[in-house]
């Protein structure tokens, strides 16, 4: 038993002991929300769920599709700034810095009703999809620019002179040597950074964005069924949300052996 619940940190735990406190864990987790539910003298009931599932799918398909287009759009976002924040045109770099830095240091929330009240409203933008997709890329790809500029200044520079010794042209240099140490570097990064933009998609339904959050908003105004709605709720972006970051975690391991 010892040996089941005593490890030291760096080394491995087995399967059987990975098992066993995960659910000694889980069980202590439970048995202090059950306790706190009896204390409030609360009884959940979570029979809505049936009745608005139709809601709840396309809400939850929704958020899927803010997710992976507001991470593919602010990618190249993150793309173009990273490369910017080095380029030797000084405007150029100072915008893509003073973007990142404004980004980074505000809220999304602000941001939120900054571009849609304002400039969406200045631009015609009405689409509330639309809008919610270019907010949330904006946000995440400056969080992504970090990330991949970070990733490019640990590549060591003797390496282009290096395969141009061996005869490699620039895009060859880029294509077989940099790319795959890149990839390496940010990789586990930007899994997990996909992971909050679904989280950050929430905050979307302050512009009535008809995703998760704002479905279940909906939901409970109508049943009352408040911490109900909000506990499935945050059971369905665990759905979403664990399985990328475990991805994340073993794209880390896996790269930091390849290193």
Same mark, same amino acid.
């Given at each position: ?23 000694? +864990?889980? @069980? ?17 009931? !979570? ?23 507001? !991470? ?23 915008? %893509?810095?003073?973007? @990142? ?28 999809? @639309? ?8 946000f995440e ?16 520079p003797e ?16 294509? !077989? ?6 990839? +390496? ?38 049943? !009352? ?13 665990? %759905? ?11 794209l880390e ?7």
């Amino acid at each position: 038993m010892k040996h089941i619940l005593l490890i030291p940190e760096n080394e491995k735990p087995t399967l059987t002991a990975a098992i066993i406190n995960t659910l000694l +864990v889980s @069980v202590l987790l439970i048995a202090l929300f059950w306790i706190s539910l009896n204390q409030i003298q609360m009884t959940l009931d !979570f029979s809505f769920i049936g009745t608005y599932r139709i809601r709840l799918i396309k809400g939850f398909g929704m958020t899927v599709a803010l997710g992976l287009i507001g !991470f593919i759009i602010s990618f190249f976002i993150g793309l173009l700034s990273a490369l910017g924040q080095s380029c030797k045109i000084l405007a150029v770099r100072y915008f %893509c810095n003073l973007y @990142v830095m404004l980004i980074r240091g505000t809220p999304l929330i602000m941001q939120i009703y900054l571009f849609f009240y304002i400039l969406g409203t200045a631009w015609g933008i009405e689409n509330r999809f @639309v809008a919610g997709i270019l907010i949330l890329s904006l946000f995440e790809g400056a969080y992504i620019a970090e990330i991949l500029r970070a990733g490019i200044q640990a590549l060591d520079p003797e390496q282009m002179e290096a395969a141009r010794a061996v005869g490699f042209t620039r895009k060859q240099t880029v294509r !077989f040597v940099l790319l795959p140490q890149l990839i +390496v570097l940010t990789v586990p990064s930007l899994t997990g950074q996909f992971a909050s933009i679904i989280k950050d998609s929430s905050l979307l339904s302050m512009i009535a964005v008809i995703e998760l959050t704002q479905t279940i908003r909906e939901i409970t105004a109508t049943n !009352f069924k408040l911490f109900e709605g909000y506990l499935f709720l945050g059971f369905l972006y665990l %759905c979403l949300t664990l399985p990328i970051t475990l991805l994340s975690k073993r794209l880390e391991r896996r790269f930091r052996h390849e290193a």
